[in-house]
C-alpha cells in the first residue's frame, strides 16, 4: 500500500504552527510537522506558544495521523420512514449550525467528514430508524487536523 506523505497543501489555512524543537513528541505531531513543510516565503502566522507546554505535556498536541473522512449524503436517510425524512435532514443540517451551506458543501465532497463527525451523524439518524448498512457515499483516508488530543479522547474509540 502507498504511503500518504503530508504536504504543505494539506495543512489548514491557519493551523498553528509549532517551532518547539526541543519537544519530545515533535516527531509525531501535526502542529510541528506542519511547520517544517513551511514555504520560505511565508513570515507570520498563527502559532503554537511556548507555554503550551505546561507540566511535561504540550496542551495543544496532534498526533500525526491519517483518519477515514466521508462525504456525501444520498443513502444516508434511506432506513428513515418517509414522515420522518424532514425532521431527520433538519436534524441533520442543524449539526452543521451554519445553514444549507456547509451541510451542501459535506454532500457534494467540498468538505469532509472526521471520524467524529460521522458518528454524530448517525447518532442523529439513529433517533428516526435504522443506521445498519448505512454508510456515506464516499471514503478516503486524510490527514486528521481536527481531532482532540489522544489522552482526550473516549474510552471507545
Not at 500518504?4 to 518547539?20: A, E, H, Q, R
Request: hydrophobic share 30%; proline share 6%; glycine share 8%.
Amino acid at each position: 500500500m502507498e504511503e500518504k506523505i503530508l504536504t504543505y497543501k494539506d495543512v489548514p489555512m491557519g493551523y498553528s504552527l509549532c517551532f518547539n524543537d526541543g519537544c519530545p513528541k515533535k516527531a509525531c505531531c501535526m502542529h510541528y510537522q506542519a511547520q517544517l513543510l513551511l514555504p520560505k516565503d511565508r513570515v507570520a502566522g498563527p502559532a503554537v506558544y511556548p507555554t503550551a507546554w505546561q507540566d511535561g505535556e504540550c496542551k495543544c498536541f496532534r498526533e500525526k495521523r491519517l483518519v477515514q473522512k466521508a462525504w456525501g449524503f444520498t443513502h444516508l436517510y434511506d432506513h428513515v420512514p418517509q414522515r420522518d425524512k424532514p425532521e431527520a435532514r433538519h436534524c441533520v443540517r442543524s449539526f452543521f449550525s451554519g445553514g444549507n451551506g456547509p451541510y451542501y458543501r459535506v454532500h457534494h465532497g467540498e468538505n469532509m467528514l472526521s471520524p467524529e463527525q460521522q458518528e454524530e451523524i448517525m447518532k442523529i439518524i439513529a433517533k428516526y430508524g435504522s443506521t445498519e448498512g448505512i454508510r456515506f457515499d464516499h471514503y478516503v483516508m486524510d490527514w486528521d487536523f481536527e481531532s482532540t488530543p489522544s489522552k482526550n479522547r473516549k474510552a471507545s474509540r
